[in-house]
């Protein structure tokens, strides 16, 4: 069993949720669906690996500062199979 990531909500209003994700060596944020529209800004570079439903596991190159945009419904689960910690902000979009 991974270790669970760790999540700070910084805000939390009606037009969005932002929420800094903290994920150790080892650590995975567990299988779940994106229910809004999002933003992931990186705040460090590292390798994320991400697992489709299906299993199918691809690597996400982070590079800090370098934000993408993603759609609401997408199901994953995201690893940090690395050896740094992997640090980004999700800006979900609620309006």
């Not at 969005?16 to 150790?24: F, G, K, S, Y």
């Amino acid at each position: 069993m991974p270790l669970a990531a760790k999540s700070d909500v910084q805000i939390d209003n009606d037009e969005v949720r932002v929420t800094e994700w903290r994920l150790a060596p080892g650590a995975a944020t567990g299988h779940h669906t994106h229910g809004m529209d999002y933003v992931i800004v990186p705040v460090a570079d590292g390798d994320m690996t991400i697992v489709a439903p299906d299993g199918s596991r691809s690597i996400a190159k982070l590079k800090a500062g370098q934000s993408y945009f993603r759609k609401a419904g997408v199901q994953h689960d995201v690893l940090n199979e690395s050896t740094a910690e992997i640090v980004f902000l999700e800006v979900e979009l609620k309006a």
